[in-house]
């Protein structure tokens, strides 16, 4: 998690276009959002009249690491109608939701 989060900015993630979309509805929570290709729009009115945050991925090719390969996806984020406090809100959970870890 971060301590606060610019209007837009890209992220790399470790994961296929599948379990992106399995995780996002859960991230994004009770939001209404719209699937617009490679991409979504997320109504976020709850937080702000208006609000709203656009998200896209691409398919980058696989981190190879040894023997290990691991798939990646180039996403950006750009929220819309949000102040500093509200965006770390919203991506604070947004980002809980995508954690993942081993162990």
Known sequence: MQSHYD??????????????????????????????GEGAHVALDRLQAGASLDVRWQVLSPRLIALARIPRLEVSFTLHGLDAAQRYTFMKRFDLYMQRGGG
Do not use: D, K, N, Y
């Open 7 to 36: 209007a837009s900015f890209v992220r790399e993630m470790g994961c296929t276009v599948s379990e992106w979309m399995g995780w996002l509805p859960a991230a994004i929570g009770e939001h209404p959002w719209t699937l617009q």
